[in-house]
């Protein structure tokens, strides 16, 4: 009598389906009939690694956000206002990422689970020594597969073989610097910036790793002019190539905070945001 080992195949059977069968050992002749072979066979349907269908929207150009001003830090604000997809930015391990191109030029449904997660960081979709996408073993079948969260995204290999799969890249979009557009902030500190001509108060939110000529570039909103002003802090004029922690402006709030309990914070924080001013030099900026 011989022993069979198990043999298992992939059918597609359906598009929308991958089903896995699997001949179980048993001893017996080679010679299967049909009732046999159906009982020893096992179905594994895995839905979550169905096939896209290729729809393409129509997306009017006027619909496109217009071009917005780069930065080399983002905080996580900034990024969250880009959560279309005619506008989708995510960050991993503190790379913003801007998508809309990619979105746009290769749409299908693929790209699904990429837009719901416009405006967030999706670093728990990769693993943090590799910066690939974690893998995981499907349930059922002892493969190893990839970790999609929110369904499969583009690039990403199926499970199984498939002639259908796109293998028309270079690099995955998530290594494709093409796409990076800056840094996402380790730290959001919060500043108020006086000008002592109009005694007008701006609240603005900056990234900690920003020098305060960048800080100035986010205050031309409030100010046209800003470029026309001599930036202080208690009287010491700021050096503009330096951050704030560099000019020796540091976050009030966070030492403030860390000598009361939870029970005595009942001072507002904004009490602690440090003030810098703004001295007219009158040689008024074109803007």
């Known amino acids: 009598m011989a022993l069979w080992p198990p043999i298992s195949q992939t059918f597609n059977l359906n598009p929308s389906l991958h089903i896995v069968f699997t001949l179980k050992p048993f001893v017996g002749s080679s010679i299967f009939d049909g009732e046999s072979l159906l009982k020893n066979f096992r179905r594994v349907v895995l839905p979550a690694l169905s096939k896209p269908k290729n729809t393409i929207p129509v997306i009017d150009k006027k619909d496109l956000p217009a071009p917005s001003r780069r930065h080399r830090y983002y905080t996580p604000d900034e990024v969250k206002l880009h959560n279309s997809a005619n506008d989708c930015y995510v960050s991993i391990f503190y790379e913003v990422f801007d998508l809309t191109k990619f979105i746009q030029e290769n749409y299908s449904s693929l790209m699904d689970p990429l837009i719901k997660a416009a405006g967030t960081d999706i670093s728990h979709w990769f693993d943090p020594n590799t910066k690939d996408p974690k893998t995981c073993v499907l349930p059922g079948t002892s493969l190893l597969s990839y970790f999609c969260p929110n369904g499969l995204y583009p690039n990403i290999p199926p499970a199984f073989p498939d002639s259908e799969w796109n293998y028309n890249f270079d690099i995955p979009w998530w290594k494709n610097t093409n796409y990076k557009v800056g840094k996402l902030t380790k730290k959001v500190r919060k500043i108020n910036i006086m000008n002592t001509l109009t005694e007008h108060v701006d609240l603005i939110e900056c990234c ?11 205050y031309k909103k409030y100010n046209d002019h800003a470029e026309s002003y001599t930036w202080k802090r208690l009287q010491k004029k700021l050096d503009m190539d330096l951050t704030l922690d560099e000019n020796d402006v540091p976050d009030e709030k966070d030492d403030h905070f ?12 904004e009490e602690y945001i440090p003030v810098i001013h703004l001295y007219f030099n009158d040689d008024l900026t074109e803007s």
């Open 208 to 218: 900690q790793e920003e020098t305060i000529n960048e800080i100035l570039e986010r």
């Open 258 to 269: 860390a000598i009361y309990d939870d029970d005595t914070k009942n001072i507002e924080a």
